[in-house]
């Protein structure tokens, strides 16, 4: 059973930063890839960063430059920094990891409101 808290969303301004972690816990040393997805009303859940054990990173062509994914395997966490942000990365961010037997496991989601 894997266990995974996210934290940071919320409302900012477009132009702003937020930064949404994540920590993983459970009877799971560790993680494979961890990454952050996003969904937006009435769509389906799409990848927004992900990074490797190793660190290799990840990201969908709409953040590059202005996010930057994270990850301390000692804490099994997971960070998103969120760097001028436009109204249209508003959305529900979910933490996900892969486990190195190829399972997936899902935070609750964090909403992430930018307003112009």
């Known amino acids: 059973q894997v266990q995974l808290v996210e934290s940071g969303g919320g409302l900012v301004q477009s132009g702003g930063s937020l930064r949404l972690s994540c920590a993983a816990s459970?009877?799971?040393?560790?993680?494979?890839?961890m990454g952050w997805y996003r969904q937006f009303p009435g769509k389906e859940r799409e990848l927004v960063a992900t990074i490797t054990r190793g660190g290799s990173t990840n990201y969908v062509d709409s953040v590059k430059g202005r996010f930057t994914i994270s990850r301390d395997n000692a804490k099994n966490t997971v960070d998103l920094q969120m760097n001028s942000l436009k109204p249209e990365d508003t959305a529900v961010y979910y933490c996900?990891?892969?486990?190195?037997?190829?399972?997936?496991?899902w935070g609750q989601g964090t909403q992430v409101t930018v307003s112009s």
């Open positions: 459970g009877n799971i040393f560790s993680f494979a890839t």
């Open positions: 996900g990891v892969r486990s190195w037997g190829m399972t997936d496991y």
